[in-house]
């Protein structure tokens, strides 16, 4: 597996593992906790040490509690990232909160539920309009300072925001959608990163499933499942988006990859810094995944994706009118 850095010295695996689905948001778990355990275990196996996860997923706290478990006995060989900034009340997201008093006590809630004594990358998970960046990023500072957090991170955060941010604090990365279908960061975010030398590491690389090929208009999401509720994926909007994933699908036989990989390995060509973090809840489809280390796009390849997906946009919002209020400050 290759190796990435993100910002000034953190080193990730080119390919991470999101760890959301494990617990929620993709429809039931095909498999069991310990299945789930074995999994992120696994990883570890075939290179991928790039952990994501969050303590709003998925319960809340649920999915931060099986990381810490899996990674028991692999602590050493894990770039653990969770992410804080929602206000929970009696078990449900009720806003956002990233004050510091309370960052603080959520990053303490974290180090324990993960059962590790530093988080090695702590994103706020969304901008809190009610707190300025510069005391979110003093906090992440202290942080540092009292050896509970080694990096800041930043979630669907705006360009301004970032920039404030990393002038009180050093930004390690910032993790926002980013995929074939989904390019809200390319015209401000990444020329910022590149220009002030912070990793990007892309959420939904595979487009919540979409691009790998095996969603059509036919598909349909059970209660728990978040695509549900996200405009992208009703069923006329599904069948509109086809031609960009028949196109992926065309070029991934052609090159004997997957879809997925080929979805992946765009997102690897776009620069050195950025470090996507495809979930699943499947073995088989993390060593999948983690091969898209191994397929070369060339730039003939690339111009053409990017020219297709330019000429037949994209049909429906990639959240919910609600969401996509909080993302973008
Ligand atoms: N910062 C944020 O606000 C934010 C938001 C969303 C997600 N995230 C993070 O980003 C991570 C990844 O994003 P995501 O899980 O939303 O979306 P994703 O990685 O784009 O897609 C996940 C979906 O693709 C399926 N899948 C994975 N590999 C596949 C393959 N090779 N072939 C076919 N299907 C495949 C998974 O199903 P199976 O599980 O059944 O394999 C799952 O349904 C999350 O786990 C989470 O840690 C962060």
Not at 50 to 63: C, K, Q, R, S
Request: net charge negative; glycine share 10%.
């Amino acid at each position: 597996m290759h190796i990435r850095r993100l910002g000034q010295s953190m080193q990730v695996s080119a390919i991470g593992l999101g760890c959301m689905g494990m617990s929620q948001g993709y429809g039931p778990n095909p498999g069991s906790r310990e299945d789930m355990v074995d999994v992120i275990r696994s990883a570890v196996d075939v290179g991928v040490t790039f952990l994501d996860t969050a303590e709003v997923y998925y319960g809340p706290y649920v999915n931060e509690e099986l990381v810490g478990e899996a990674i028991g006995p692999i602590r050493d060989q894990v770039q653990l990232a969770t992410k804080f900034g929602w206000d929970i009340q009696d078990g449900k997201s009720v806003g956002l909160n990233s004050r510091p008093e309370h960052i603080k006590k959520v990053a303490d809630a974290c180090l324990q539920r993960l059962g590790v004594e530093t988080i090695d990358l702590f994103y706020q998970h969304r901008v809190d309009p009610k707190v300025p960046i510069e005391d979110v990023a003093g906090t992440i500072g202290e942080l540092v300072q009292a050896g509970k957090v080694k990096h800041f991170g930043l979630s669907e955060v705006g360009a301004d925001t970032l920039r404030k941010a990393h002038a009180t604090y050093p930004v390690t990365a910032v993790q926002s959608e980013y995929s074939l279908w989904t390019r809200d960061p390319e015209p401000e975010i990444l020329p910022t990163c590149a220009e002030l030398g912070i990793g990007f590491v892309p959420f939904s690389p595979l487009g919540r499933g979409f691009l790998t090929g095996a969603l059509d208009s036919s598909a349909s999401f059970s209660q728990g499942d978040m695509r549900a509720t996200i405009p992208r994926f009703q069923a006329e909007n599904l069948s509109a988006n086809q031609s960009l994933v028949n196109h992926v699908r065309d070029l991934a036989d052609g090159k004997g990859a997957t879809p997925a990989q080929v979805a992946l390995a765009w997102l690897l060509a776009q620069a050195p810094w950025i470090a996507p973090i495809p979930g699943t809840r499947k073995l088989s489809r993390l060593q999948e995944n983690a091969g898209a280390t191994e397929i070369g796009l060339s730039a003939d390849e690339r111009a053409d994706l990017d020219a297709l997906a330019a000429r037949v946009g994209v049909a429906g919002d990639r959240y919910s009118e609600a969401h996509m209020k909080l993302v973008g400050h």
